[in-house]
């Protein structure tokens, strides 16, 4: 959509996202980790095979110690990452992936990497291509059970600021991270005005590259967004007289937390159109509306996350407590969230 809008007609319009080339980050694995590689971004050792190269690929899997981690390359509705314990069932999928078109075109090429074992967080970055703001970190729960058990999920909730994250820990993002990666759209010639979402596993106080995305991401949003009390409009705006690098970002030092409000059975079959009651009781809390729909004067369910709920604290646990006691209120056949954000 970026390019299109760069034809003449149009060029007056200013298009807040990655030209088609700087999205190709997000829509292959493959594409990301040579970037990676050229720009001497951390990351995962990792090699890619198709039908082609599979027992290449199974020999690959050999050489590596488990758990094993393949990789969709293309988009799959972020499904496409499977985390395996043995070395015959990781072969077998990467068979079913590549052969069996378990995630259809998506796997038509896979990514198998090692696995980094370490913590999970997410830093956001808006750029023009030269000047970079960082935004507020974040972290997101992606299992549907408590303790993080069960099926991954769009994500059940999220925390911002990340707890463990300290001042020298951004610093390493920053440095070996987030400006590799800007300096590296510029040597590359991609354009790219917009969101660039790290996904980062920090190892023994490091940081690494587990993905990008080349936008927002969700819950993440819902608690980056509330901390930033500058004009965010005024910082968009920027981009289209190219003077990000004169705006100042502010960031509330409040902790923002939200919990994920689903329909029962979620990620798997679950029911819609179920009548939500109780949204205006909610109060010092934000309801972002995410499967809903107005039916007859009525709020009902149409998506299997339904609502997140987004409130402040001095910390993340003082503001969950608010979270929970805005969520008792609201009411639903077969309502599920987390109790252990």
Known sequence: IYDYFQTEELKHVNVIGPSKQGAVLEGSKEFAKEFMKRNKVPTAAYKSFTKETLLEGMAFIDSLKPPYVLKADGLAGGK???????????????????IGGK????????????????IEM?????TDGKSYKIMPN?????????????????GMGAVSPVPFVDDVLMQ???????KPTIEGFAKENIIYKGFVFIGLMI????????????????????????????????????????????????????????????AGGYPEGYKKGM????????????????????????????GGRVIAITSYGENF??????????IEKLHFESVYYRKDI
Do not use: W
């Open 203 to 262: 190892v023994n106080g490091d940081p690494e590259v587990i993905e990008y995305n080349v936008r927002m991401g969700d819950p993440e949003t819902e608690v980056v967004l509330p901390r930033i009390s500058s004009d965010f409009l005024a910082h968009l705006h920027a981009f289209a007289k190219a003077e990000l690098h004169k705006e100042t970002l502010s960031i509330d030092p409040r902790s923002a937390t939200t919990v994920m409000c689903v």
């Open 103 to 118: 995630f259809g075109a998506a796997s038509n090429k896979v990514v198998i990497e090692e696995f980094l074992d370490g």
């Open 138 to 154: 974040a972290k997101d729960y992606k299992r549907i059970g408590e303790g993080d058990t069960g099926l991954n999920t769009g």
């Open 275 to 302: 009548e939500i009651t109780g949204i205006e009781k909610i109060e010092d809390s934000i309801a972002f509306h995410a499967g809903t729909v107005l039916k007859e004067g009525r709020i009902v369910s149409n």
């Open 317 to 326: 646990k003082q503001a969950l407590k608010s979270t929970y006691l805005n």
């Open 172 to 178: 390493k993002i920053e440095d070996r991270i987030i």
């Open 122 to 126: 997410s830093v956001f970055v808006l």
């Open 80 to 98: 496409g990452v499977l985390i395996i314990e043995h070395a015959d069932e990781a072969k077998d999928s990467l068979e079913e992936m590549l």
